[in-house]
């Protein structure tokens, strides 16, 4: 091949490239647009189910704002009326990212915690969120804490799903973010 018919090649592959690019890029905004309100209604219905899980309340909820976290792990906070707070959390699993809803009842105690999406390892960290006899037990040992909630192994109650140390500390770590932000509304 001579220079300019190398040349004339290397545009040629990339014009196609870039008509590929387009076309798929074109393909995946639309695909966005027809999927992003159910995808929102989704994410809705998993969070007003997280919310009943873990307060038990027959109030509506009403997001508060204006509300402080030093943590920077809160990330929504309902207000259920004189029954108490939903608060949602994201914290770093081992896997990426854990979302979850903590309860904190009126006395400012955990009433209860419910997972809105994790990537924990199976058979392992996510059974923090199923609905087992170990599941339930791990978040079971949460209800009727306040204060700072730690796993054992550093020095707190809380003892860690067997081999998931880091989904352990997780989620002891956003449940104490919780109670820190509502108690900063007394």
Same mark, same amino acid.
């Given at each position: 091949?001579?220079?300019?018919?190398? $040349?004339?090649?290397?545009?040629?592959?990339?014009? !196609?490239?870039?008509? !590929?690019?387009?076309?798929?890029?074109?393909?995946?905004?639309?695909?966005?647009?027809?999927?992003?309100?159910?995808? #929102?209604a989704?994410?809705?219905?998993?969070?007003?189910?997280?919310?009943?899980?873990?307060?038990?309340?027959?109030?509506?909820?009403?997001?508060?704002?204006?509300?402080?976290?030093?943590?920077?792990?809160?990330?929504?906070?309902?207000?259920?009326?004189?029954?108490?707070?939903?608060?949602?959390?994201?914290?770093?699993?081992?896997?990426?990212?854990?979302?979850?809803?903590?309860? !904190?009842? #009126?006395?400012? $105690?955990?009433?209860?915690?419910?997972?809105?999406?994790?990537?924990?390892?199976?058979?392992?960290g996510?059974?923090?969120?199923?609905?087992?006899?170990?599941?339930? $037990?791990?978040?079971?040992? &949460?209800?009727?804490?306040t204060?700072?909630? $730690?796993?054992?192994?550093?020095?707190?109650? !809380?003892?860690?799903?067997?081999?998931?140390?880091?989904?352990?500390?997780?989620?002891?770590?956003?449940?104490?973010?919780?109670?820190?932000?509502?108690?900063? &509304?007394?």
């Amino acid at each position: 091949m001579t220079r300019q018919s190398s $040349a004339a090649y290397v545009v040629k592959l990339t014009v !196609i490239l870039f008509l !590929i690019t387009a076309v798929v890029a074109v393909l995946l905004g639309g695909v966005n647009a027809i999927t992003k309100d159910r995808i #929102a209604a989704l994410n809705e219905e998993k969070t007003a189910e997280a919310i009943r899980a873990v307060l038990d309340s027959e109030a509506t909820p009403e997001a508060v704002t204006g509300y402080t976290d030093g943590t920077g792990l809160v990330t929504a906070v309902y207000r259920m009326g004189s029954d108490g707070y939903a608060v949602q959390i994201v914290v770093g699993g081992s896997q990426g990212d854990i979302t979850m809803m903590v309860g !904190i009842d #009126a006395d400012g $105690a955990v009433s209860g915690v419910s997972f809105i999406k994790m990537s924990e390892t199976s058979g392992l960290g996510a059974v923090a969120a199923q609905n087992s006899s170990k599941g339930e $037990a791990f978040r079971a040992q &949460f209800v009727g804490k306040t204060g700072s909630v $730690a796993v054992t192994k550093d020095g707190g109650e !809380i003892d860690s799903l067997t081999g998931a140390t880091v989904t352990s500390r997780a989620v002891a770590t956003g449940v104490s973010a919780a109670l820190a932000c509502v108690a900063g &509304f007394s």
